[in-house]
Structure formats: C-alpha cells, structure tokens
C-alpha cells in the first residue's frame, strides 16, 4: 500500500486544517488507517484511526471533541479535519495503514510499530 499524505500548513491558534491520506496500491477493505503525529524532540504518537471496514473510529485523548476523522470511499481517501487547533499541535503528522486483526485489541491500534505502510508526513504549525 503506498500513502500519500496532504494538507498541511501554517495556521493560527483556534484555525482549523483538513488532512488528506490517499491509499493506492492495493484494496484497503480490511486495513486499519491511522494518523500519527510526531513533534521535535518528542516520540511519535496516536491521533485517530479509522478501520475501512466497519467504519470503526478512535481518537486520541488530546484530540477528542476537536479532529473528526472521515473517509471518501471513491477516492480511497482517509481525511483528519483538525479544528480548534492549538500550538501543541504543531508536528509532521504521518498517515499509516495496517490490516486490520479481529484478534488485536484496540490498544494495539495506537501503537505506531504495529503499522506497515507509512505516508510521508506532512508538517502543521500552530502559531500562538
């Protein structure tokens, strides 16, 4: 599967930017997309995830209730719309895809070395 994240940029404190993930390559009916997040100096972490079948969502603790992840089924296509933003969510965000397991938990979900396929990021910078 080849990822190829979009949509990033500068935006002020309580603007909004929208993700694009577009998944090429293979059917992606039984994977798992995610979006993970990295920031300087910091370790790669969970922001949501979306399971194509089923339609199964998760998000991040610090994310809830501000970023709404979606998908365009005609367009193979996983987007992260992000609002309220604030500065801590500046970071090169990463879309990842991983098939989906009934035999894994919903925490293995979270964890960024249990993805195969990784887009190449795309910076957000929240400015104050």
């Known amino acids: 599967v080849q990822l190829q994240a979009s949509g990033g940029g500068l935006v002020q404190a309580g603007g909004s930017l929208r993700l694009s993930c577009a998944a090429s390559g293979r059917p992606v009916g039984n994977y798992v997309m995610g979006w993970f997040r990295q920031a300087p100096g910091k370790e790669r972490e969970f922001v949501s995830r979306?399971?194509?079948?089923?339609?199964?969502?998760d998000y991040a603790e610090s994310v809830k209730g501000r970023f709404i992840i979606s998908r365009d089924n005609s367009k193979n296509t996983v987007y992260l719309q992000m609002n309220s933003l604030k500065p801590e969510d500046t970071a090169v965000y990463y879309c990842?895809?991983?098939?989906?397991?009934?035999?894994?938990?919903?925490?293995?979900?979270?964890?960024?070395?249990?993805?195969?396929?990784w887009g190449q990021g795309t910076q957000v910078t929240v400015s104050s």
């Open positions: 990842a895809a991983r098939q989906f397991s009934p035999f894994s938990g919903s925490s293995e979900y979270v964890r960024p070395g249990n993805y195969v396929y």
């Open positions: 979306f399971a194509w079948s089923g339609g199964t969502t």
